[in-house]
């Protein structure tokens, strides 16, 4: 059974820094495409950051130079480091693992909150 269970949000205000945790429990993370995304309240859930199997990064724009994202693989556990957030940060952030070679899946954690107040 795979299981994505995200920590680390909270309240937290403007300027201020969090780090999200992943842990992945049932897939191996290293042959994994995963990513981190958000959704705010009335908006479609956007991709904040992913990282491949290969290490390579990318972020959205809104986030670039303030968000880094990393794994662990000993540790089965992907980590999203926000720093100097904004008001308009404030979404629920899902962890995605994704491979889309032979079997492929798609799975998403549950989400965590993160609020910044300005």
């Known amino acids: 059974q795979v299981q994505l269970v995200e920590s680390g949000g909270g309240l937290v205000q403007a300027g201020g820094s969090l780090r999200l945790s992943c842990a992945a429990s049932?897939?191996?993370?290293?042959?994994?495409?995963m990513g981190w995304y958000r959704q705010a309240p009335g908006k479609q859930r956007e991709l904040v950051a992913s990282i491949s199997r290969g290490g390579i990064t990318n972020y959205a724009d809104s986030v670039k130079g303030r968000f880094t994202i990393s794994r662990d693989n000993a540790k089965n556990t992907v980590y999203l480091q926000m720093n100097s957030l904004k008001f308009e940060d404030t979404a629920v952030y899902y962890c995605n693992a994704r491979k889309t070679y032979y079997p492929g899946y798609n799975y998403w954690g549950q989400g965590t909150q993160v609020t910044v107040s300005s």
């Open positions: 049932g897939i191996t993370l290293s042959t994994s495409t």
